[in-house]
């Protein structure tokens, strides 16, 4: 008989403490157009994705709608009412006055109209249009868009969006007084 003993010891490896962590993340990062975004979290995916179809809606809508020759009241198409603004004030338009308008001459392929009836108008046009791929793309790809647009000078731009609203309220005022 052999008398070797017991075999050597031999330490198992130490466990990892299980942590509070839960289940694995996914990776703050997904790849679209070539290059990494961060990542969206599925109440966020939801908010684009409704932003997204709510510019399809618009936009459909303005394909739809016939623009009215007045260069406003286009959405009393909609069974909206005539706006109170211009029938209180005798005539004078309300700053969204002629948007409906807008929309519909723009979605029917004549920017240049839409943008002399109501040039805010129009600028909101064309980022409907540039905003509807690119919320439904994030809704889809999982960007977050906050965190990609977290640094820009939102005062700014705010401010600048409701100047160049005020102008072109001045402008449709001068038109429509003519």
Excluded at 59 to 86: K, M
Excluded at 121 to 150: I, N, Q
Aim: net charge neutral; with cysteine.
């Amino acid at each position: 008989m052999n008398e070797a003993g017991p075999p050597p010891a031999v330490e198992a490896p130490a466990l990892e403490p299980l942590g509070d962590d839960g289940p694995p993340r996914p990776p703050r990062e997904v790849t679209a157009l070539g290059r990494a975004w961060p990542r969206a979290a599925g109440l966020e995916r939801a908010f684009w994705a409704v932003c997204g179809l709510g510019g399809v809606v618009v936009l459909a809508l303005s394909l739809w709608l016939r623009p009215d020759a007045r260069g406003i009241g286009t959405h009393e198409q909609l069974g909206l009412p005539p706006c109170g603004f211009v029938e209180m004030l005798d005539g004078v338009p309300c700053p969204s006055c002629g948007f409906t308008t807008t929309f519909a001459l723009a979605a029917h392929g004549r920017p240049a109209e839409a943008f002399r009836n109501q040039p805010f108008g129009f600028v909101l046009f064309c980022l409907t249009v540039l905003g509807v791929p690119v919320a439904l793309g994030a809704a889809a790809r999982g960007v977050s868009l906050f965190e990609v647009t977290d640094r820009w000078p939102w005062g700014r731009l705010f401010c600048a969006f409701l100047a160049l609203w005020l102008l072109a309220w001045l402008y449709k005022w001068l038109v429509l007084m003519r």
